[in-house]
């Protein structure tokens, strides 16, 4: 029975009560006609209300439900006919969200070396792109855009810049004692090479050391393989390890095998520093990498041992590296030995919101003149100073000057300016 029935209905049996008059007068009679006819009005128009007003509330919910809603768990006795959740019922999982992080330079020269000339020019452009595919699961990517000299000469026009994917590599983090990664990487036998990436923002310098350069020959810079990585806390020492196997260098040595291997044998490496709670910042370690080197129908065994002792704190910041890199020709007895290593040192002054800091830094390296496989390599001796100045937590103001010597060939010297910045 609808609600304003049954109010009509009390009324019909109060009547008598409330007027004083039986059912049966005419006057009674009447109001009770009267009183039907207003019950049916009103309840023709609660109909039409609420007709209206039913499809505009349910509108903006049906979005809300759908977002909400998770897929219904089935009961077990459930019909094997049953059909499917319409679908807006259906859970849809987002797609892994890629964090994104950019660098870049704009750099003043002027040295006295022949064949360059002085003035401004365009640092490389990189981003870094970091995706979680799972709580264990992640992918990182560097890629770097590099201006071309010779932009827009030849047939077709060559392009303005050069595209590298410099670092791509996914990597399962089982615990902190045991992560599996995949992909191309800086070679981990160098802490500057390990530490500081593309995006001159991120190292104090303007420039990376000679032995560590991209595009250098003296280390294998790029790494494609895989690597077992993980950290012990080892009574406080906290030892840190990295096992990789990959392809070594390609038939351009500063090159790595992006492609594949230029021969059968992989390159392996094995890497073990420790990070001491005891004194925070200080890092100590080294490293061994062996892989076989060809050049044309030539094969060389390639050893490499390095070791590095850092202080990467600000106040000062010490880095010290030595690498030694062993050739030897296969059915030759014959070895030949290179040497590398650089000081550097830093100090952020402690005046002025601690923008400033001053730098130095000394590096040598020394290639065996009869070594095949560093024939064009020379050997160096040179000084590098400069003062950085952070204009913001993001954006840095470099000024350095550069005094190098080669062998045969007269003193290099030069003054760079540069401003780095992340984004």
Same mark, same amino acid.
């Given at each position: 029975?609808?609600?304003?029935?049954?109010?009509?209905?009390?009324?019909?049996?109060?009547?008598?009560? +409330?007027?004083?008059?039986?059912?049966?007068?005419?006057?009674?009679?009447?109001?009770?006609?009267?009183?039907?006819?207003?019950?049916?009005? +009103?309840?023709?128009?609660?109909?039409?209300?609420?007709?209206?007003?039913?499809?505009?509330?349910?509108?903006?919910?049906?979005?809300?439900?759908?977002?909400?809603?998770?897929?219904?768990?089935? %009961?077990?006795?459930?019909?094997?006919?049953?059909?499917?959740?319409?679908?807006?019922?259906?859970?849809?999982?987002?797609?892994?969200?890629?964090?994104?992080?950019?660098?870049?330079?704009?750099?003043?020269?002027?040295?006295?070396?022949?064949?360059?000339?002085?003035?401004?020019?365009?640092?490389?452009?990189?981003?870094?792109?970091?995706?979680?595919?799972?709580?264990?699961?992640?992918?990182?990517?560097?890629?770097?855009?590099?201006?071309?000299?010779?932009?827009?000469?030849?047939?077709?026009?060559?392009?303005?810049?050069?595209?590298?994917?410099?670092?791509?590599?996914?990597?399962?983090?089982?615990?902190?004692?045991?992560?599996?990664?995949?992909?191309?990487?800086?070679?981990?036998?160098?802490?500057?090479?390990?530490?500081?990436?593309?995006?001159?923002?991120?190292?104090?310098?303007?420039?990376?050391?000679?032995?560590?350069? &991209?595009?250098?020959? &003296?280390? %294998?810079?790029?790494?494609?393989?895989?690597?077992?990585?993980?950290?012990?806390?080892?009574?406080?020492?906290?030892?840190?390890?990295?096992?990789?196997?990959?392809?070594?260098?390609?038939?351009?040595?500063?090159?790595?095998?992006?492609?594949?291997?230029?021969?059968?044998?992989?390159?392996?490496?094995?890497?073990?520093?420790?990070?001491?709670?005891?004194?925070?910042?200080?890092?100590?370690?080294?490293?061994?990498?062996?892989?076989?080197?060809?050049?044309?129908?030539?094969?060389?065994?390639?050893?490499?041992?390095?070791?590095?002792?850092?202080?990467?704190?600000?106040?000062?910041?010490?880095?010290?590296?030595?690498?030694?890199?062993?050739?030897?020709?296969?059915?030759?007895?014959?070895?030949?030995?290179?040497?590398?290593?650089?000081?550097?040192?830093?100090?952020?002054?402690?005046?002025?919101?601690?923008?400033?800091?001053?730098?130095?830094?000394?590096?040598?390296?020394?290639?065996?003149?009869?070594?095949?496989?560093?024939?064009?390599?020379?050997?160096?001796?040179?000084?590098?100073?400069?003062?950085?100045?952070? +204009?913001?937590?993001?954006?840095?103001?470099?000024?350095?000057?550069?005094?190098?010597?080669?062998?045969?060939?007269?003193?290099?010297?030069?003054?760079?300016?540069?401003?780095?910045?992340?984004?």
């Amino acid at each position: 029975m609808k609600p304003m029935r049954f109010v009509c209905s009390l009324l019909m049996g109060a009547s008598p009560i +409330l007027f004083g008059q039986t059912p049966d007068t005419p006057d009674t009679q009447e109001l009770i006609r009267r009183l039907m006819s207003q019950v049916a009005q +009103l309840e023709k128009r609660v109909a039409e209300l609420e007709s209206k007003a039913a499809p505009a509330a349910a509108a903006p919910a049906a979005p809300v439900i759908a977002a909400l809603t998770p897929t219904p768990v089935r %009961p077990a006795a459930a019909s094997q006919q049953e059909q499917p959740p319409p679908p807006e019922m259906h859970s849809h999982p987002s797609a892994p969200a890629m964090k994104i992080a950019g660098f870049s330079d704009f750099n003043f020269s002027s040295t006295n070396q022949r064949g360059t000339r002085s003035g401004f020019t365009e640092g490389q452009f990189i981003l870094h792109t970091t995706t979680a595919l799972s709580s264990k699961v992640n992918v990182f990517g560097e890629v770097s855009f590099s201006a071309r000299g010779d932009a827009g000469t030849g047939t077709p026009p060559a392009t303005g810049f050069n595209a590298e994917v410099e670092r791509l590599v996914i990597r399962f983090d089982q615990s902190d004692f045991f992560k599996v990664s995949f992909g191309r990487y800086h070679t981990p036998i160098n802490w500057w090479n390990n530490n500081y990436h593309h995006g001159q923002w991120l190292q104090t310098t303007v420039s990376r050391p000679e032995m560590t350069q &991209f595009g250098g020959r &003296f280390i %294998p810079v790029h790494f494609v393989g895989g690597l077992v990585e993980g950290a012990v806390p080892a009574g406080g020492l906290n030892l840190n390890y990295n096992v990789g196997l990959g392809n070594g260098r390609g038939s351009v040595i500063s090159r790595g095998g992006d492609a594949g291997d230029n021969n059968n044998n992989r390159a392996v490496l094995l890497n073990l520093f420790v990070k001491p709670n005891r004194f925070y910042g200080l890092q100590a370690g080294g490293s061994v990498y062996k892989d076989k080197v060809t050049l044309g129908p030539r094969n060389f065994d390639e050893w490499i041992t390095s070791g590095h002792i850092v202080w990467a704190k600000e106040n000062p910041e010490v880095i010290a590296e030595f690498a030694n890199v062993r050739h030897s020709e296969n059915g030759r007895p014959v070895a030949f030995n290179s040497q590398a290593w650089y000081v550097q040192m830093g100090y952020r002054l402690p005046w002025g919101q601690q923008q400033w800091k001053p730098y130095y830094r000394f590096e040598y390296i020394h290639v065996h003149g009869a070594d095949p496989v560093f024939t064009t390599l020379p050997s160096l001796a040179g000084s590098v100073a400069g003062i950085r100045y952070d +204009l913001t937590s993001f954006a840095a103001f470099k000024l350095e000057y550069r005094n190098l010597r080669r062998p045969g060939v007269p003193r290099i010297s030069g003054a760079f300016a540069q401003t780095s910045f992340t984004f």
